[in-house]
């Protein structure tokens, strides 16, 4: 069935075709580039709500704990062309991080853009969003990433998704570089064409108020963010730069007038920095202006120090080398003093000495010097305690959760993380499933649609066109929250 026949049976037609065309003029149809980095296809990361692709990107010699940035291609884009043409494996290779590549496909949007506008995808615990943040859990549980290191950037669409990351998912990630993106929730009150083109102009505490909805118990750190965009982008407009400034300076607590101002790279970017209100000198927002260029990826091809990208490909322009200072940004570089791993070993004897159907109770072997501890849940920091033990409470029944601990010193900084050791919560009922096509799914209350689509209620997942000749079987373990079980459901 062609796309025109099957919007004009949904209820919502116009509003998705709306979507779909904003999504499609994010970015220029891209000529194929010839694959040439080496990604490894990752299969299973989670449930997946989102249905993303996940690839890594591992240089040689990658030292234990690395840090991980995730990277956001833009519409029409894919993984391979975003590693192959954007420059930042040239800098995972010389300072030793590691890459993942998520990856959306027509699938999920027929121009294959990350839902950055789509409620089903850019709020926390479900749709890509989440699917983005168990790429993470993936890989520290599977490459020992280290969970205080974690970083996020995207293009376009990818830059948009880049903010949603950062606002839904603050406890997950430190930084992060949103290149020609857009403010997060610009679509809770205006369309994905007015958020685009002309901008939507909303006072920094409007705009810092959506960040804080997005995750309303988190209560900081903050990430840093750093914002390119360039002068001439005629797609998503420069004066989205200006607004995603207002926004997260106002979500660090400071004012909007650059404490320092400079230009960089051969075409002189203007870069504006916002420091932290503790008087640290830690930059929290960063601005660079990169002058006559429109809408896509700045690059510097060549073996510079400060060189790196492809332009063959579009919108990867020839000006300056993004990757370069985002990557410096990060602290990834050793320039500047970041939020690496602190010298502290990783505890010992981290074990599940008991467990109820709310609550897992875990004790580990103290470090010496250590002054207190982070516990994660599934890649999450949850727990600062001072005493080598602590009890999750609050938990489902029948759920499984890993668990790993690292010791902090005096300043809170993290040393390695111990290995994660896996526990079951007790009780709960045996999972119950249901096999029909999507609309009797709907109707039946385990799925919700938006007019064209059907998601699972509780995961998110994206079931595909809301009809009758969509057939999903569906899994509610625990009661209330539903995944996509198509062959493997008891």
């Known amino acids: 069935m062609r796309l025109r026949e099957r919007l004009s049976k949904s209820p919502g037609r116009l509003a998705v075709v709306q979507v779909l065309l904003a999504a499609a003029l ?59 043409n954007s420059g930042l494996t040239t800098f995972a290779d010389r300072h030793g991080f590691l890459l993942v590549f998520a990856e959306t496909t027509s699938a999920n949007n027929a121009s294959s853009c990350f839902n950055w506008f789509q409620t089903t995808d850019n709020r926390r615990g479900q749709g890509e969003a989440a699917s983005v943040s168990q790429m993470v859990a993936h890989a520290e549980s599977a490459y020992g990433a280290d969970a205080a290191r974690t970083y996020v950037t995207g293009l376009s669409a990818g830059g948009g998704m880049t903010a949603v990351t950062l606002a839904a998912y603050p406890d997950v990630f430190e930084a992060g570089a949103v290149v020609a993106g857009l403010p997060y929730d610009c679509t809770k009150d205006s369309g994905a064409f007015t958020c685009m083109d002309p901008g939507v102009d909303r006072t920094p505490a409007v705009w810092a108020q959506r960040v804080r909805d997005a995750y309303p118990a988190y209560s900081g750190p903050w990430p840093r963010v750093a914002i390119w965009h360039g002068d001439n982008d005629p797609k998503v407009v420069p004066r989205n730069a200006g607004e995603l400034r207002d926004q997260w300076t106002a979500v660090h607590g400071v004012d909007q007038s650059p404490d320092r101002t400079s230009t960089i790279g051969p075409d002189q970017t203007r870069r504006e920095q916002y420091l932290a209100a503790d008087g640290s000198g830690t930059v929290v927002v960063e601005v660079d202006r990169v002058p006559a260029i429109g809408h896509g990826t700045p690059v510097d091809p060549g073996s510079g120090p400060q060189q790196c990208g492809q ?91 890993g668990y790993s601990v690292a010791a902090r010193d005096a300043a809170g900084t993290e040393g390695a993380r111990s290995g994660t050791v896996t526990a079951t ?51 509610e373990s625990p009661v209330g929250h539903f995944v996509v079980a198509d062959g493997n459901c008891p």
């Open 26 to 84: 994010l970015l220029a149809p891209a000529p194929a580039a010839q694959a040439a980095v080496p990604l490894e296809r990752v299969s299973s990361f989670g449930a997946n709500p989102g249905a993303l692709n996940m690839y890594v990107y591992r240089p040689a010699g990658l030292p234990a704990h690395p840090a991980v940035v995730v990277a956001l291609h833009g519409c029409t884009q894919s993984a391979q062309v975003y590693a192959d």
């Open 425 to 475: 919560t007790t009780g709960g009922a045996p999972a119950a499933c249901w096999t029909t096509d999507n609309y009797h799914q709907v109707q039946a209350g385990r799925a919700t649609a938006d007019g064209s689509h059907a998601y699972a209620k509780g995961s998110g997942q994206d079931m595909g066109l809301y009809n009758t000749f969509v057939t999903h079987t569906l899994k």
């Open 311 to 401: 332009t063959g490909t579009a919108n990867f322009i020839d000006s300056i080398c993004s990757g370069y200072w985002i990557t410096e940004f990060f602290g990834l570089d050793g320039s500047t003093p970041g939020p690496g791993p602190g010298s502290l070993p990783a505890p010992s004897g981290l074990t599940a000495t008991g467990v109820t159907d709310a609550s897992v109770s875990l004790t580990w072997t103290a470090v010496e010097g250590a002054s207190s501890y982070a516990v994660y849940r599934d890649g999450t920091r949850i727990a600062t305690p001072a005493a080598a033990s602590f009890a999750d409470t609050g938990l489902s029944p029948g759920t499984a959760h």
